[in-house]
Nanobody, 119 residues
Framework: QVQLVESGGGLVQAGGSLRLSCAAS????????LAWFRQAPGKDREFVAR???????YYVDSVKGRFTISRDNAKNTVYLQMNSLTPGDTAVYYC?????????????WGQGTQVTVSS
């Protein structure tokens, strides 16, 4: 069973950037599809981006052109580079790992990291 630990969250002004990291332990990292989700206060958890085991990526429309998901299989780490941040991006960000083709179905989750964007 893979364990995921996110880092890199924090407070940033609108227009700024942050890079989130998610380190995995156990499991065969290179075989997992990896994703980032976020949950804002009072809202449901929202899919943000995914990178497949073969490197293919997919983004929710609201972050296209601003966020980039990437992975380093040698470091067992997935990243989310977030640029041009807005207050609407404020949320707890979670990484997830799984094998299914379904964009939203992952058995393994991290504990989350808070991102706060001030106006």
């Amino acid at each position: 069973q893979v364990q995921l630990v996110e880092s890199g969250g924090g407070l940033v002004q609108a227009g700024g950037s942050l890079r989130l990291s998610c380190a995995a332990s156990r499991g065969t990292f290179s075989t997992y599809h990896l994703a980032w989700f976020r949950q804002a206060p009072g809202k449901d958890r929202e899919f943000v981006a995914r990178i497949r085991s073969d490197g293919g990526t997919y983004y929710v429309d609201s972050v296209k052109g601003r966020f980039t998901i990437s992975r380093d299989n040698a470091k067992n780490t997935v990243y989310l580079q977030m640029n041009s941040l807005t207050p609407g991006d404020t949320a707890v960000y979670y990484c997830a790992a799984g094998f299914r083709h379904d964009l939203y179905d992952y058995p393994y989750w991290g504990q989350g990291t808070q991102v706060t964007v001030s106006s």
